[in-house]
């Protein structure tokens, strides 16, 4: 096994009830990388997500993160082990303030003093966020609960960050802030795992992709030769 691959999906095969979603799926994520998942609506994008924190039923091949087989753990763990997720659709508790969402990020640390001292490096990335602490969550704008999903997964201390389409109904200006944000935290030395619809900008800060489509990976490689893959260019770059 390579060190240097953080995580690694080997020939997964997914179903829901008898359809299977997923068909012989295999990426792999270097340490350190900026890697993207495109791939349109219903490609299975949130599927192969979900089959890495163990919630959807993988049938056949493996999930491996730093090299150990972590296929159908339970999610907590996964997330214990330096996993963390931003949802699709800017999940934030509504009726809790800034703060408290945060916290609930840091769930991995028991220790109140650990929890504390991860918020320093979130508000050094959202300043908006600081000054906004006691805030009702519901009562920020598209784009600040955008910033606090992000932050959220931030505080869990994560070694691999997956954004499931962080771009998704944002307004074009916070969509080119939130992928700075992305470039800043993977430039800080986080992996980063971006599934996207918007290959324009996705392309931009990745290292490398894959495409997926009807829950096959059918084209792979640096993020220059993804612009040139026929399929792409034609779904994407008219
Ligand atoms: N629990 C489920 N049971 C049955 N079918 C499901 C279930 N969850 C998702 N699907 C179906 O699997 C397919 C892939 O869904 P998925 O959410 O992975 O797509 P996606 O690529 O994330 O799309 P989007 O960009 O719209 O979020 C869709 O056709 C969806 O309806
Ligand atoms: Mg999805």
Redo the contacts with the bound molecule.
Sequence with gaps: MDNDIQLELKNITTV??N?K?LLDVSLQIPKGECVCLL????????????SVLGL?KIVDGSILYKGDDITGQKTYTTVRQGISIVP?GKRIFPKMSVLENLKMGAYKDNDKKAIEARFEPVFKIFPRLQERTNQVAGTLSGGEQSMLAIGRGLMADPELIIF??PS?GLAPVFVKETFEIIKRINDSGITVFL?E?NAHMTLKISDRGYF?QK?QIIASGTTDELKDVDIIKKAYFG
Excluded: F, P, R
């Design positions: 829901y009830g359809n979603m791939g349109s609506n219903g490609a299975g994008k949130s599927t192969l997500i979900k959807v699709e499931d389409e998704l599934v619809q997926l829950g």
